[in-house]
């Protein structure tokens, strides 16, 4: 079946401009998470959603960052006003919920390369 | 906090050499542990992971990592690299009940010299 997949796969903007980051998790996963991944530094976690609940987003670097997901599937992070800091990888994995494992499998998409000029 | 320490940022092996990555976890409990492996260009995939049980854990592509709660580590090992296996490797941890957050290290470039 089809895995986690992520648009654009390359983003190159202007400092001071908008950008939206797409994830289309596994069919079927309830939970949602968006990490980033700069040069030299591991994964850092952003946000992570589960179901209805109301999202965890303790990760997020500044309110210059947002995210949602739209019917429980497709989630979009948003960066408001991008600096050069924010050049980044940015990851999206999703992993099923509740199947009696004590932590769910997250499943990674390839990433949405962000430069920020 | 939770931290997640690997100390080796750039390995270079010869093929059929032997691997050993090391991974260092900080936490007020142990933790379940992960080790990730990155392609260029791909996501991340599961290599392993530990929640409880046998200390020596096996996972794909013949890799296997032993959890010492002794030394707060889960270093990964294969007996014979090949070629295939150059990417970037992370070890991560997750919350000992359960929950969302990996927290995971700075990563460990492997190169594989023919």
């Known amino acids: 079946g089809a895995g986690v997949s992520q648009s654009p796969s390359n983003k190159v903007t202007e400092k001071g401009k908008d950008v939206e980051l797409r994830c289309d998790p596994i069919s079927g996963h309830t939970a949602l998470y968006w990490y980033r991944q700069s040069l030299g530094q591991g994964l850092e976690f952003l946000i992570y959603?589960?179901?209805?609940?109301?999202?965890?987003k303790s990760g997020l670097p500044s309110d210059r960052f947002s995210a949602e997901r739209t019917g429980g599937s497709v989630s979009t992070l948003t960066i408001q006003r991008t600096q050069q800091e924010d050049s980044a990888v940015y990851l999206c994995?999703?992993?099923?919920?509740?199947?009696?494992?004590?932590?769910?499998?997250?499943?990674f998409g390839p990433g949405t390369r962000l430069t920020v000029l | 906090a939770q931290s997640v320490t690997q100390p080796d940022i750039h390995i270079t092996v010869s093929e059929g050499a032997s691997l050993e990555l090391r991974c260092n976890y900080s936490?007020?409990?142990?933790?379940?542990l992960f080790w990730y492996v990155q392609s260029p260009g791909q996501g991340l995939q599961l290599l392993l992971k530990y929640f409880s049980g046998d200390t020596l854990v096996q996972g794909i592509k013949g890799f296997e990592a032993e959890f010492k709660r002794s030394q707060s580590s889960f270093n990964l090992r294969k007996p014979s690299v090949h070629w295939s296996d150059a990417a970037e490797y992370f070890c991560a941890v997750g919350p000992p009940g359960g929950g969302n957050k990996l927290t995971f290290g700075t990563g460990t470039q492997l190169k594989v010299e023919l």
């Open positions: 994995a999703s992993s099923e919920r509740g199947r009696g494992a004590p932590f769910n499998e997250q499943f």
């Open positions: 959603f589960q179901g209805n609940s109301a999202p965890d």
């Open positions: 936490y007020g409990a142990t933790p379940y």
